[in-house]
Structure formats: structure tokens, C-alpha cells
């Protein structure tokens, strides 16, 4: 309510009495009071508008603000809850990481073990086949061996034996001396003394092709030069085989025999190439195994590897080359 000014002061003054006193109120102050009165009425009704919208937004914050917090609350939770499965993880992991070094260092242990009875086998068995090819120059005991219930289970295992030993080689040159090379030059040698007797023969042929196919087949795989000890065992097999009619047949109509000869006279070493002319020589002088390869033999034949081999300052070598030779004009070869 705005009180009039001018009104207040059209009124009498105010007097009162009390035990016999008069207080009398001058107009002037009170007009300044009613000032103010009339002032405040008037800022609050400018200003209430603008404060219910400050009390909205007051509203609307403290909400937001209740929702960060228990949205900040919930990230605490999460971050304890990832915190201990971290934790969790990390031993996990730590556990899974002593679990492999303990079975690495068990599996190296293993290795280590077995790289050991491998050597011990190894050595064993170089040195008893180095005894036994000793032993089997003798015909009685080539007999005994194929008399017995493991011969042909130990041609088989000679010949695989003798094949990862090529598969091994990869180019590399192994010592010569080493037990690996003498087990398996005594296996190679063996078979060359079995091969030399006539019921060793037989049993070859008759019971053992698989292993001549994979001494024809390691003959083919080493290189000129390579590991010529084994490759003069395997061709004495060869030519000790040929001697029997049978076998000169089956070795003779093996794929690729005749280029394999040839391929063989390559070799630098003169006893590779010495034996390899005697396995020749022993299908020249058999006419119904030459017939048969004449044509191919012909038109292939390395005649100047020959004809330089009769010129060798290797006698044993210049003299089977030259026999060869006089056996291939014998039979209209143009020589």
C-alpha cells in the first residue's frame, strides 16, 4: 500500500499524553520513512521475476549437480570393481608366467635328455654295426643274420635310417669321424657285404626292394662331392645286387636309371666314378638287360666323360674305363 504524502501532511500533528507529558512527531521524518516503505514495495515487485528464475536455476543445478555426484560415485564403484580385476588378472598372470617357466625349464630339461639318448644311441649303435659289418664278411654270418625273425625289419630300418641321414645333410659337410656318419656308413656297409653273398642277394631282391629303391633314390639326391663314402658303399650294394640276374633287372628298370648313371660319372671323386662304370659295365655285358635300355644308353651315353676317365692317372679307374669301352665297340657302339 503507497501511503500520500501530501495527505500525511494536511493531517494535525500527533500529540499523546502521558502522566501529564506531551511527545509531539514532526511530519518530516515521517514522510522519510514512508519513503522507504514505498521504495521497498516497489523493488520487490521489480525484483521477484528475476528471483524465481534464480530459484529456478537453483534449483536445476543442485539436480545436476545430485546427478554428477551420483554419477562420480558410480565411477568409483566401476574403478574399484576394474581395480580389483586388474589385480585379479595380474596375479593370474603372474601365475600363468611362473607356470611357464617352470614347464620351459622342464621341457629343456627334457631336451636335454633326450639329446643325451640319442647320442648314447647314436654311439651304441655305430658302435655295434661298425662290429656287425666286420662280422658280415663272413658267410656264415650273413646267413645267421638273414636266418633271424628282425632281418627284414632291420633292412627296413637301415633304409630309413640312411635316408634322414641324406635328409640332414642340407649341404653341409658332417665330420667324417663322428658317430653319426661311421652308424651310418656301418649300416651302407652291411648291406654291401650282404649283397656280396649269393643268398644275401636273393634276399634283397626277392624281400627287401624297398630298400635298393632308396638307395638308387639317395644315390640321385646327394651332390657331385658329396658324402662320397656312403655314395661308394651304396653303388658296391648296387653292383654286388646286379650280379644276380634278378636284381640287375629290377635295378636296371628303376625310373630314370640310365640318366642317373650318367649323372653319377659327374662326381669328382674317381672311386664314386670307378663304381658307377662296373654297375655300367655289368648291364653292357648282359644282353637281355642291355636290349632292353640299348637305344637310351646309345643316345645318351657321355662318351668324352668316359674316353677322358680311360686317360686317368687313377690306374684302377683308367682301367675299368677302358674294359668299358672295349665292351660298348664289341657291341657296334660307335666309340
Known amino acids: 500500500m503507497v501511503i ?30 514512508l519513503l522507504l516503505v514505498n521504495l521497498a514495495a516497489g523493488f520487490t515487485c521489480v525484483c521477484h521475476p528475476s528471483l524465481k528464475n534464480h530459484r529456478t536455476e537453483f534449483h536445476f543445478l543442485r539436480a545436476d549437480m ?9 565411477l568409483r564403484m566401476d574403478c574399484e570393481h576394474f581395480k580389483a580385476r586388474l589385480e585379479t588378472v595380474q596375479a593370474d598372470g603372474m601365475r600363468d608366467k611362473e607356470e611357464k617357466l617352470a614347464l620351459r625349464q622342464q621341457l629343456n630339461e ?3 635328455q633326450l639329446q643325451q639318448q640319442a647320442e648314447y644311441c647314436t654311439e651304441m649303435g655305430a658302435a655295434a ?12 654270418v650273413v646267413r645267421a643274420i638273414l636266418g633271424g625273425e628282425k632281418a627284414l625289419k632291420f633292412f627296413n630300418i637301415t633304409g630309413q635310417t640312411m635316408a634322414s641321414f641324406v635328409k640332414s645333410l642340407d649341404g653341409d659337410a658332417k665330420e667324417l669321424d663322428s658317430d653319426e656318419n661311421q652308424f651310418v656308413f656301418a649300416l651302407a656297409g652291411i648291406v654291401t657285404n650282404v649283397a656280396a653273398i649269393a643268398c644275401g642277394r636273393e634276399f634283397l631282391v626277392n624281400s627287401s626292394r624297398v630298400l635298393l629303391d632308396t638307395i638308387l633314390q639317395l644315390l640321385g639326391d ?6 662320397t663314402k656312403l655314395k661308394v658303399l651304396m653303388l658296391m650294394s648296387l653292383y654286388n645286387v646286379s650280379i644276380n640276374l634278378k636284381g640287375l633287372k629290377y635295378i636296371s628298370e628303376s625310373p630314370g636309371f640310365i640318366p642317373l648313371l650318367w649323372w653319377l660319372l ?14 655300367v659295365q655289368s648291364v ?3 644282353p637281355e638287360v642291355f636290349s632292353k635300355s640299348a637305344s637310351e644308353f646309345r643316345s645318351s651315353l ?34
Open 4 to 33: 500520500d504524502r501530501l495527505s500525511l501532511n494536511k493531517r494535525p500533528a500527533v500529540t499523546g499524553r502521558r502522566s501529564g507529558d506531551t511527545s509531539t512527531v514532526a511530519l518530516c521524518p515521517l514522510g522519510g520513512i
Open 284 to 286: 653292357v655285358l648282359e
Open 302 to 335: 657321355p662318351l668324352q666323360r668316359i674316353l677322358a676317365m680311360s686317360r686317368s692317372r687313377n690306374p684302377r679307374l683308367q682301367s675299368v674305363a677302358r674294359e668299358l669301352l672295349e665292351d660298348l665297340r664289341a657291341l657296334g657302339c660307335d666309340v
Open 266 to 279: 659327374s662326381d669328382p671323386d674317381a672311386e664314386v666314378c670307378l663304381h658307377v662304370l662296373r654297375l
Open 66 to 74: 545430485e546427478r554428477k555426484e551420483q554419477e562420480l560415485e558410480q
Open 222 to 227: 646327394l651332390k657331385p662331392g658329396q658324402c
Open 129 to 140: 654295426c661298425t662290429l656287425l659289418w666286420g662280422a658280415s664278411r663272413s658267410e656264415g
Open 110 to 112: 627334457a631336451k636335454q
